[in-house]
């Protein structure tokens, strides 16, 4: 359960650098109010619990709008809100997902999708820019490309008479707590709860991959979960987060290896390479082919494991493999989409009201 | 009546080189469903009987939804329905026919406009990228510039434990079926019936315009019709659509001479100079003027004559003839946004509940 | 009231270069009918009377909005209409405060927002393409730069046997009637009633904001209202605006020091430097900076003296201003989307329908 923003932490608030700096965990309340999620900024911020309760209603939500007097009731839920989805980063599967959950609820929408139609060019602050937006909606979810840059936005409106509520849907190249949100989703829906005692493959591109990183920082809030990480030697995963699961006791092996820890794999998560962050062309020069999940590679792997993608995906994945019943990516996209219309039900406290 | 799609079929359509070459009668059955249309693909889907039905359902939405009780009562129909305009190519005006269509049965809307904003920058192929907006939606209207790629992702859907309707809204230099639906919806409204008998002049540029050919192929559907192609010889209708007409015993002549044709006809259907299609400017080298439809022509033409055009025209038509109430391509336009808005409501099976 | 369109301003309005150079006033009856606003196109239509009313039921949207059950009443008022939002020049304010007023009503919406989109590439004239649009919907909100461009939409419109309101969003540089709603909106609210005796500070760049001149105009309908105008002597208010003044008996000061009426003013607005305007870099020849509001203004200012801003804004207004009660700009733009709710809800006539 989230705790309750106090006094303390509204003055400690106040100086946005402070503010920025600070420990994630020494924020978190001045984004929550009564018991709940106000803002959805960090992964840190989606514990256990809450997990488990936005997968129920992610469930139910799906189950409920099944038939159209369900899916008419859902819709109703927040036909009174207006959202606003600010993407000023190209990003068609994440604006999609958080479009049609706002469709689901009936929450009205708004879009920004690129910055050239924005007073930007009129030589408007960032910051105001996010302000005026907040003057005509009820919700604001969006990607920025600056690092911290959504955080400061809900930290300014939390300051404000009139604050709205913030959904990150992709900040930087650290935060996008609705990845994770998605990812652990589809963990749980494959196991059929939560992911304790499982062994998880994360491969390809970890070193500079949010997705991978992001998914690791809450495997925290299980027992005896098993990290694998399969990638080439130039593209391992940082140093912070194997720091981070040392700290927190999770067992994690590396490997260059592929078909070495694929047999016991539960869940394995493919990447892309992420070429658009290269430096000096440091992608080519890599054989990525050993990081491909291919046809043959269904025999080996257990009858329950789960193969995940982010997508998009090149040729990470051969297609064939996408009419397997263990080929989750496709779902993996849906559950985005039903597990984002449970945090928005969520932020605006109609979650409980959705029931089977 | 749209046929069963069979167990063959479906194995037929295993291969999809094989499936897209074959010929489109023998295709018919895999886009449909219970009875229906469940993909709209090609003008060879409306036969005479589905047509009528069509045109029947949007005439009664016209007239239902003049009151607010009606409009309301269709926009519920489809309220748990989503829909996603995929628009790769530029159109205006199909691209807002069909968002109107969904807005007055409810539907709710996705947009992509422009591939820039688009996961293709980060290499996903259009198959990937038509399967994730499957993810989120009910119902996939796409136009696209390449020949067959509609059709390749409906007949890709339809493989999938999860399919969508696709609509084609305009698919590589030959299709587009919604197009043929609202011309001919046009000419059974102007004619208070079917075209059985009419005499139906078109002119311009037939070599290269879509809309022209499809309604020719329309033409089969109905008894004793009698086409003029008008057109300079440098851009007459092709040897495809003549063949076509020879097999199906349906009169036609071809002339250069405008005035020759316009006292005897019923329609006449205007379309402008194509030259987006020019390979080395053509189309500066031939005097168009001749195929205008001047003011001192309604004077010619019958009382009962209606003027068509696809839209946009540029100097085609005068401006002066569009007070005349025979010019119909104003309402042209209105009329496929209800007759889109009729297909969709057979596509999900509603069109039965709209009711006079 | 607005006068009924009669006979004689039909048969007056045959021929646009002769409607377009008529005087205003004798134009208003030609937008009118029932009573009524039909189109919205410049400020001299919003008279004394239209406002109060306008301002009434503004006030009552967002009263009867904050409840769930009021916002759903509301939303039912316009749900069997169709919007357009035909923006050709960037706005983000402008048009996110219209499309949340039509999302407040439950106007379906349809936006272009981007002439590369559109028709005009085929050779389209503007007029065919606001007719094309007109096919769609039940109202055009639009904003174009070419100045009249607006206007004549409307009056083509209003020769058509399918008329469609038309709202004038900004048009050309002269008029944009909805801006100088809200600002006056604005000054009803913080005055809590009509600005009679009020004296006005208005400070900038005079010379080319549209705001100030459109606000000055409406002032013709208050009694006793003082203007101050300051401004660099390179950006003083043009003479037309005084001359109109100086016609209705409005007084009026001009200055370039700031300082000097600041301690009277009951409403300072304040503007930015319009610099996309410069022919030959004027702005930078100007120190814009005497023009600026200050945190220490604050304490010179009444006590009930309140700040607006058309925003965006640059530097004229000190960030460290927004938290004082007296800075109006955030809800000014807030204001906007109540007062264009209301507006819309006028045209349509379902005003009356909205009940404390």
């Known amino acids: 359960m989230p705790m309750e923003r106090t006094k303390e932490m509204t003055s400690v608030g106040a100086d946005w650098d402070k503010f920025y700096t600070a420990e994630i965990s020494s924020k978190l ?34 189950a409920v709008t099944q038939k159209k007097a369900g899916a008419d009731f859902v819709s109703g839920l927040l036909s009174h809100k207006r959202g606003m989805l600010y993407f000023v980063q190209p990003s068609t599967r994440t604006f999609l997902s958080f479009l049609n959950a706002c469709h689901i609820l009936g929450v009205k929408t708004s879009e920004i999708r690129d910055t050239s139609t924005s007073s930007e060019v009129k030589g408007e602050t960032p910051e105001d820019t996010v302000r005026t937006f907040s003057s005509y909606v009820d919700l604001i979810i ?77 495997m925290k809030n299980y027992k005896n979960v098993n990290l694998a990480f399969v990638s080439p030697k130039e593209f391992k995963m940082e140093p912070d987060i ?20 694929m047999r016991e794999a539960d869940a394995i998560y493919m990447t892309r390479i992420q070429d658009e962050h290269d430096k000096a062309g440091e992608s080519k020069k890599v054989d990525y082919s050993p990081y491909y999940f291919k046809k043959e590679h269904l025999k ?57």
Chains 1, 2, 3 share one sequence.
């Open 29 to 62: 309340p001045f984004f929550s109010r009564e018991g709940r999620l106000y803002d959805c900024l960090f992964a840190q911020q989606l514990t256990r619990e809450l997990l488990k309760q936005l997968f129920k209603t992610a469930d139910t939500l799906r």
């Open 242 to 261: 194997l720091e981070f699961l040392n700290k927190h006791s999770i067992p994690y092996t590396e490997t260059e290896d592929f078909s070495s820890v």
């Open 300 to 356: 080996i792997i257990k009858k329950s494991c789960v193969i995940m993608h982010p997508l998009p995906r090149r040729h990470e994945i051969e297609p064939e493999v996408d009419t397997d019943p263990r080929a989750m990516y496709w779902r993996q996209e849906r559950n985005g989409m039903w597990a984002r219309a449970a945090l928005i039900s969520h932020i605006f406290g109609v979650d409980l009201k959705i029931k089977p």
């Open 142 to 218: 969006m990607r920025h490309p600056a690092p911290g840059f959504v955080e400061k936005a809900a930290w300014l409106m939390n300051r404000t008479g009139r604050p709205v509520p913030i959904i990150n849907g992709g900040s930087g190249k650290d935060q996008h707590p609705t990845q994770a949100l998605l990812d652990m989703y589809t963990l749980y829906r494959s196991f059929n709860g939560e992911p304790d005692g499982k062994k998880i493959v994360m491969v390809g591109d970890l070193k500079r991959g949010r997705t991978v990183r992001s998914l690791s920082y809450l």
